[in-house]
């Protein structure tokens, strides 16, 4: 690749993290998706691992194949993906009885950075699984900011389990459900409902694949491709408006869908959910 300002910019800001995530586990899949898909019907497990989730062998100290596990990978280039972009939203400016988010899936709290430095007046319990709880204690600290590690904690929990944080004022699911089929996508939600308030919101943060010819023929080209990718890693799927509200539907609770927005420069737009009583 000749020198210049683009490949410059894969070396820093962890976007080589993110290229070594295309090249090493996702080149394979390409390859071999159509042959897949013809001879196991979708039957295997993601990356053909025989194990009760995708993220599992994650956390297990058994390397997975390449140099650097996908998990690190993931974690170390997650900071370029959409943090910013959660401040530029005006759903935080408004004033939540209760100032709690929790971020259900949030990492080791990247876009949590980004909302506090912005948003003051909010504080965050950001759940995922026990050894991601403890890399973002360890980000948190590693940033020097006392007002931070002040308002923004992580809590070890299995989003399978019923929501430990009562009355949050918001319950944030970012780029987590399009990981999942239909039927757990629904168990994540349903196990939030028995911990809202007539106050709490609950914000998803995923792709809404657009309606054909509702958007430009380059955007409408680009989001199919990360339903593929979705396919091809976790046997997953990204979702259209209607695939959303089928999901909202199988969780089986009754909802009002306040707003659909879409942040500024992002992919991604935000489902806003009010639990109807």
């Known amino acids: 690749m000749c020198s210049s300002k683009m490949t410059a910019g894969g070396i820093s800001n962890h976007v080589s993290s993110l290229l070594e995530v295309l090249a090493q586990e996702l080149g394979k899949e390409v390859q071999t998706l159509c042959d897949h898909v013809r001879s196991t019907g979708l039957g295997q497990p ?59 899936g949030g990492n080791i709290g990247h876009g949590c950075v980004a909302l506090a430095k912005a948003f003051p007046h909010l504080d965050f319990i950001v759940q995922d699984t026990p050894q991601t709880a403890v890399e973002g204690e ?82 409408e080209r680009e989001l199919p491709c990360a339903d593929v990718l979705m396919m091809q890693l976790l046997k997953a799927t990204e979702r259209g408006m209607e695939g959303w509200k089928a999901v909202l539907a199988r969780a089986g609770f009754r909802l009002k869908m306040t707003a659909v927005n879409q942040p500024r420069g992002s992919c991604l737009s935000v489902i806003d959910l009010v639990l109807a009583r």
């Open 138 to 219: 360890h980000n948190i600290k590693a940033l020097n900011d006392g007002d931070l590690a002040t308002r923004i904690k992580f809590q070890a929990h299995d989003f399978f389990q019923r929501q430990p944080v009562q009355g949050a004022g918001a319950y944030l699911v970012r780029q987590t459900l399009h990981n999942w089929d239909m039927e757990s996508s629904a168990k994540i939600l349903a196990n939030v409902v028995p911990a809202t308030s007539e106050a709490s919101h609950m914000l998803i943060m995923e792709i809404v694949l657009p309606e054909p010819g509702a958007v430009t023929l380059v955007h």
């Open 46 to 104: 993601s990356f053909g691992r025989d194990t009760p989730t995708f993220f599992l062998p994650l956390e297990s100290s058994v390397p997975l194949e390449g140099s650097i596990s996908c998990a690190e990978l993931a974690s170390r280039s997650a900071a370029l993906r959409t943090s910013s972009e959660l401040a530029d939203w005006n759903v935080w400016t408004s004033t939540f009885i209760a100032p709690t988010v929790a971020p259900i």
